[in-house]
């Protein structure tokens, strides 16, 4: 079956580490999106990208960065890891047709102490 | 600017009896509003969705409702069950945004009592 796998689960890093977290897809999605959910907030956009080579930013951009080299992968970097950016990063894919419907993975857990 | 809204963190319902989860936007650009589902320490996934050509999208237990001139849509869950205890997110998107990208709401979390 087709799937959207994020790596790692869980993590724990210092302030100042840069972090990598992993993205995945096996459809052959031309969108991905990375979103953070934190209390109050909701889910909100961090990057996305609608195809090889391409990325744009979402609405809380700053610190963060994607890059898209292949249709299944899209890592989104921490190049800087603050203690604002502890959050559950969720990543999504969805095909080009506009449905609007988004496939997600499970969620990354990241702690920044 | 929180451009999709949802008013009530949280809702508990007794089983049996109908839920109404709330969500109002700002925007008047959007044009295609969905509902996502999510159960802790899981990805959303998705659960209904609606045009704004039309006022009402129903799929088995749940129906969406659109009011363009509030800028308000609603989900009711009918009957609820307590495998429906989840955070719903209201989602939105307009094609001047791009294909895909979606706009989300702050969450409420349905407790379904039994």
């Known amino acids: 079956d087709a799937e959207i796998t994020q790596s790692p689960r869980h993590k724990i890093t210092e302030t100042g580490r840069q972090v990598t977290l992993a993205c995945h897809q096996t459809?052959?999605?031309?969108?991905m999106f990375w979103y953070r959910q934190d209390l109050g907030h909701g889910l909100r956009l961090i990057h996305y990208s609608y195809g090889v080579h391409d990325t744009n930013k979402g609405e809380v951009s700053d610190g963060y960065s994607v890059s898209r080299s292949n249709t299944e992968d899209l890592p989104l970097t921490l190049e800087s890891a603050a203690s604002s950016q502890t959050s559950v990063y969720f990543c999504?894919?969805?095909?080009?047709?506009?449905?609007?419907?988004?496939?997600f993975g499970e969620g990354s857990r990241l702690t920044v102490l | 600017d929180q451009q999709v809204k949802q008013n009530s963190p949280s809702l508990s319902v007794q089983e049996g009896r109908i839920s109404i989860l709330n969500c109002d936007y700002t925007?008047?650009?959007?044009?295609?509003f969905l509902w996502y589902k999510k159960y802790p320490a899981e990805g959303p996934t998705f659960l209904i969705s609606?045009?704004?050509?039309?006022d009402k999208n129903e799929d088995g237990r749940f129906t969406v409702f659109l009011n363009k001139s509030a800028k308000h849509l609603s989900l009711h869950i009918v009957p609820s069950q307590p495998g429906d205890s989840a955070v719903y997110f209201c989602?939105?998107?307009?094609?001047?945004?791009?294909?895909?990208?979606?706009?989300f709401g702050t969450g409420t979390r349905l407790t379904i009592i039994p």
């Open positions: 999504a894919s969805s095909r080009l047709a506009r449905t609007g419907e988004l496939f």
């Open positions: 459809w052959n999605h031309n969108n």
């Open positions: 925007n008047s650009m959007f044009d295609y």
């Open positions: 609606i045009s704004s050509i039309k």
């Open positions: 989602a939105a998107s307009g094609s001047n945004f791009g294909n895909e990208k979606l706009t």
